[in-house]
């Protein structure tokens, strides 16, 4: 049986970290294991309770206001292992910084 990968972007291997903020709750320090321009990977074990969408703050090595990207976000899947998170919105500046950090890899 085929896996029918339904990405439009490349997902690109990315070292930092990201805080998630539910209305039910807030994870700190998540590890992002990877980045698109439509999405990214956070690793870790998510009690969520059918809570679907979220603010996220990505960092890049060190935790600066000037370094960090700001989106919305909608779970789209979870494990055990990770959460698999689907862009909803950000700002044109959020925007192109998401392209230049992608550009560098």
């Given amino acids: 049986m085929d896996i ?7 997902r690109i291997d990315f070292d930092g970290q990201a805080s998630l903020d539910f ?13 698109s321009l439509t999405g990214l990977c956070i690793s870790g074990c998510f009690q969520l309770n059918n809570i679907k969408n979220c603010f996220v703050t990505i960092f890049h090595s060190e935790k600066t206001g ?3 990207l700001k989106a919305f976000a909608q779970v789209v899947w979870k494990n055990d292992q990770a959460i ?7 700002t044109l ?3 192109e910084l998401l392209q230049a950090t992608l550009a560098k890899k």
Avoid: A, P
């Avoid at 029918?4 to 972007?9: E, L």
């Avoid at 320090?29 to 990877?34: A, G, L, T, W």
């Avoid at 998170?85 to 950000?90: R, S, W």
């Fill in 4 to 10: 029918i990968n339904r990405r439009k972007f490349q």
């Fill in 23 to 35: 209305i039910d709750g807030k994870y700190e320090s998540c590890q992002v294991r990877n980045i």
């Fill in 66 to 68: 000037d370094n960090c």
């Fill in 84 to 90: 698999g998170l689907k862009f909803t919105g950000m």
């Fill in 93 to 95: 500046e959020n925007y």
